[in-house]
């Protein structure tokens, strides 16, 4: 996940996955993510400011 403030990445938060809390899936083990990696420190904006929130994820790697 990514944050983005007025076109600049300011925080990329990488999943962190587990196959030992995944799904079993017709005998399968399937990693979920459990957690995510922190941002440190506030984000700081102001008026005007633009926030976005970005995020991508692997379906080839990481099933639904």
């Known amino acids: 996940m990514r944050v983005i403030l007025n076109g600049k990445v300011i925080c990329d938060s990488k999943a962190i996955y587990d196959q030992e809390v995944g799904t079993n899936v017709d005998g399968e ?13 506030p984000i700081k904006t102001k008026v005007g400011d633009k926030l976005q929130i970005s995020s991508d994820y692997d379906v080839r790697k990481h099933r639904l």
């Not at 083990?29 to 420190?41: A, N, Q």
Request: aromatic share 16%; charged share 25%.
């Open 29 to 41: 083990r399937w990693e979920t993510i459990t957690t995510y990696e922190p941002c440190l420190g």
